[in-house]
């Protein structure tokens, strides 16, 4: 493992004066963050697993845009899936295809290519013209799927929380989370953070999205960019730099609140921290289990799809406790 700095004491960007994160794990690195995640980590994490109990954490591909009319947000519209079939012999032979599938259309992993700078380009200075879907790509989610993730997994259950505080809070408003909210659910929920944790935090939006009933509101959701989440501000990727965070993931469609503000936003730390996010996860089985047993970790695991250069992927995420 190499040697990491204090957050203090990254490099800072020409463009922004923001850190940088770019070198610490080599000048071809191709994880970020994601290296916190050491063969140490993963043993810690398997020692979460007690009761044998498995939780998914992937949405139905076709969520949350078969819920939208048609266009309600950018291009994206949920997979068309088509079965193929032929009667060989004795055999029933069939087949299926997906077209339209967008890789970060439903529960997602955001990587390395999603978010670049115009003026300092992509993750560890990688420009626009090195990303190529050829054998020469760099940062695709490819990388990631040979990694293999495998760690602890924290859930925040931020919506419970704020009902037992007594604190106003609404998934789809904008509302912002602090750094020291975070670390106040978390200290609430008997949770030390430790190197390699992937922090999963529900806001509660996935209950509203099935809740809602009038497609013309969740529509507005999306064109808006309104929904509620963690602050993006420099005390949050302190916190989450200098306990060894080794990505973030939500249940809502931008993990972060939004609309974001220009600089101080988590998207940002994807390029200059090598950020992995995670997006519309599904977390109420395991946000209920946790309730009822008062443990909020688990071991976490994501097999992203190996496509080359890819620029997300559903995470084939869950946790196990």
């Known amino acids: 493992m190499a040697t990491v700095p204090k957050f203090h004491a990254l490099k800072k960007s020409e463009d922004t004066g923001q850190p940088l994160s770019w070198g610490v794990w080599g000048k071809d690195d191709q994880l970020g963050m994601l290296n916190f995640i050491t063969p140490e980590a993963t043993v810690g994490a398997a020692k979460c697993v007690k009761r ?24 994206r519209q949920p997979p068309k899936h088509t079965l193929e079939g032929q009667d060989f ?6 087949d299926d295809k997906l077209d339209e599938f967008y890789l970060q259309g ?3 992993w955001d990587g390395l290519t999603h978010i670049g700078s115009p003026q300092i380009g992509f993750y560890n200075g990688v420009k626009p013209e090195q990303i190529t879907f050829e054998e020469d790509t760099k940062l695709g989610i490819e990388h990631v799927a ?9 859930l925040v259950d931020f919506e419970r929380y704020f009902k037992k505080t007594g604190r106003a809070w609404d998934p789809c408003t904008g509302d912002r989370i602090s750094a020291d909210e975070v670390e106040a659910c978390l200290k609430d929920q008997g949770v030390t953070l430790r190197q390699g944790d992937i922090l999963c935090f529900r806001y509660g939006w996935t209950v509203a999205l099935f809740a809602e009933q009038d497609d013309k509101v969740r529509n507005s959701w999306f064109a808006d960019g309104t929904f509620s989440g963690i602050a993006g501000d420099q005390k949050m990727w ?50 209920d289990d946790s309730a ?30």
Not at 146 to 154: A, D, K, L, P, S
Not at 304 to 315: E, F
């Open 52 to 75: 044998g109990v498995r939780f998914n954490l992937d949405l139905p591909l076709h969520i949350p845009y078969s819920l939208l009319t048609a266009g309600g947000f950018l291009n």
């Open 106 to 108: 439903s529960t997602q």
């Open 89 to 94: 012999r004795t055999l029933y032979i069939r």
């Open 146 to 154: 040979e990694f293999g993730v495998v760690t602890r997994g924290i």
């Open 238 to 287: 302190e916190l989450i730099w200098d306990n060894g965070v080794a990505a973030l993931a939500a249940d809502s469609p931008t993990m972060e609140a939004s609309p974001m503000i220009k600089l101080d936003n988590m998207h940002q730390a994807i390029p200059r921290l090598g950020l992995t996010i995670g997006e519309m996860f599904f977390l109420e089985d395991w946000a």
């Open 292 to 321: 009822k047993d008062g443990v909020y970790e688990a071991m976490f695991t994501s097999s992203p799809l190996n496509v080359r250069g890819g620029v997300g992927s559903p995470p084939n995420a869950i946790a196990v406790k």
